[in-house]
């Protein structure tokens, strides 16, 4: 199962390609001849100023995996969408059920001040992934999964802006997470809902990311 993950470097890639596939371990990276590439965890394959979204990550203990990784688009946007774009246009036209792309998750960190940026946005909008094509409508071919991370600190806001004068501390800890829910489906889920090709699922994750 092939998948590309993208998202800035605070985003929590790396754990949640370990909880997925239940290991400790750093992946393995290889180039696209297959041989062993320098770096390990996700991002260390490629230094500043390059790009090697085409490299595999495949956890030694779990195989059945394989990661492809994109370092976001916190700088040079155009740049590291184009790179994007060509390699989504060139899993697309891949012959080969086990080398083409099956989905793309789509990481964003819940603790960041902007939980999507406009260069984010700029993906979405832009990007058809069933073809890998700008500004060009088609059936999606990979699904995309926007994956929300570290949702715990939407709780924790949800919590301090329920604590206060009648609200018992119990209590307040007990319906935090369910008011931090409601809160980013009304105001983030309508935002993500209204691009031009939104994901076709949207996860958020708690608890799995050390403090």
């Known amino acids: 199962f092939r998948i590309l993950i993208i998202g800035r470097a605070n985003a929590g890639k790396t754990t949640i390609l370990r909880a997925v596939c239940g290991v400790d371990e750093e992946p393995e990276v290889y180039d696209r001849e297959g041989n062993k590439a320098s770096g390990s965890a996700i991002g260390g394959a490629a230094g500043r100023g390059e790009h090697h979204i085409d490299y595999e990550l495949i956890f030694p203990s779990n195989p059945g995996f394989v990661f492809?990784?994109?370092?976001?688009?916190?700088?040079g946007?155009?740049?590291?969408?184009?790179?994007?774009?060509?390699?989504?246009?060139?899993?697309?036209?891949?012959g080969s059920m086990s080398k083409q792309l099956h989905a793309i998750w789509y990481c964003f960190p819940a603790?960041?001040?902007?939980?999507?940026?406009?260069?984010?946005?700029?993906?979405?909008?832009?990007?058809?992934t069933g073809t890998g094509k700008l500004y060009e409508d088609s059936i999606n071919a990979f699904p995309v999964i926007a994956v929300f991370t570290k949702f715990d600190a939407l709780d924790?806001?949800?919590?301090?802006?329920?604590?206060?004068?009648?609200?018992?501390?119990?209590?307040?800890?007990e319906m935090a997470p369910q008011h931090a829910t409601e809160k980013f489906n009304a105001e983030i889920l309508p935002l993500i809902e209204s691009l031009a090709h939104p994901p076709k699922a949207v996860v958020c994750l708690r608890s799995i990311f050390p403090p």
């Open 77 to 94: 946007a155009a740049e590291e969408l184009e790179l994007v774009r060509k390699f989504i246009q060139e899993q697309a036209n891949l």
């Open 156 to 173: 924790s806001a949800a919590f301090t802006a329920m604590s206060g004068p009648g609200v018992p501390f119990e209590v307040a800890k």
């Open 111 to 128: 603790d960041s001040n902007r939980l999507m940026t406009a260069a984010e946005k700029e993906f979405f909008n832009k990007i058809d």
């Open 68 to 75: 492809h990784d994109s370092r976001g688009f916190e700088s």
